[in-house]
T-cell receptor
Framework: GAVVSQHPSRVICKSGTSVKIECRSL??????MFWYRQFPKKSLMLMAT?????????EQGVEKDKFLINHASLTLSTLTVTSAHPEDSSFYIC??????????????FGPGTRLTVL | GQQVMQIPQYQHVQEGEDFTTYCNSS?????IQWYKQRPGGHPVFLIQ?????EVKKQKRLTFQFGEAKKNSSLHITATQTTDVGTYFC???????????FGKGTKLSVKP
């Protein structure tokens, strides 16, 4: 089946630094990728929709200047958490929409990145 | 706005018992997807339903999409300890990929 990878899987950083998370679709092309955040004991929260070659669409309440998203190719989207603070500590998950399956809207999730900000 | 309500929030069953989780929407859904997230893991896609009244089976799992496309259910027959995790429903719709998640049902199975 389709595989989506994320790197790194875990990252610990100091407050004030920036962290970049990569999301790659390994065996398919994805014009659209989604970024989620999961708080403990909560459901996934959609942060933004990343479209290849255009600006990301952010959900209400998500700071676009803090969570920078770049979707430079059909297989790669990056999320950069700028000037990270402890409250940004969370599990970040991406998903990619398989272009070949647009009619059925199939998405595949990455394994997630655990960010801890000290 | 459009919401998907998922119930129950938690379910504790004895191994061998059946389990059902429900997702209900106030508006018609274009599709419904189900995911399973193991403790500490990421959501794994299980299935997608798009047709009114659709029923799909995966071994002990049965997925249904209501006739009015406003509700869906996931039923597990004879639960096993490997079924533990949180089951999410998700509506994926719109040109911008508007995503609406249910809050998930956390299933625990006592051996």
């Amino acid at each position: 089946g389709a595989v989506v990878s994320q790197h790194p899987s875990r990252v610990i950083c100091k407050s004030g630094t920036s962290v970049k998370i990569e999301c790659r679709s390994l065996d398919f092309q994805a014009t659209t990728m989604f970024w989620y955040r999961q708080f403990p004991k909560k459901s996934l929260m959609l942060m933004a929709t990343s479209n290849e070659g255009s600006k990301a669409t952010y959900e209400q309440g998500v700071e676009k200047d803090k969570f920078l998203i770049n979707h430079a190719s059909l297989t790669l989207s990056t999320l950069t958490v700028t000037s990270a603070h402890p409250e940004d500590s969370s599990f970040y998950i991406c998903s990619a929409r398989d272009m070949r399956r647009v009619s059925t809207d199939t998405q595949y999730f990455g394994p997630g990145t655990r960010l801890t900000v000290l | 706005g459009q919401q998907v309500m998922q119930i129950p929030q938690y379910q504790h069953v004895q191994e061998g018992e059946d389990f059902t989780t429900y997702c209900n929407s106030s508006t018609t859904l274009s599709n419904i997807q189900w995911y399973k997230q193991r403790p500490g893991g990421h959501p794994v896609f299980l299935i997608q339903l798009v047709k009114s009244g659709e029923v799909k089976k995966q071994k002990r799992l049965t997925f249904q999409f209501g006739e009015a496309k406003k509700n869906s259910s996931l039923h597990i027959t004879a639960t096993q300890t490997t079924d533990v995790g949180t089951y999410f429903c998700l509506n994926y719709g719109g040109s911008q990929g508007n995503l609406i998640f249910g809050k998930g049902t956390k299933l625990s199975v006592k051996p």
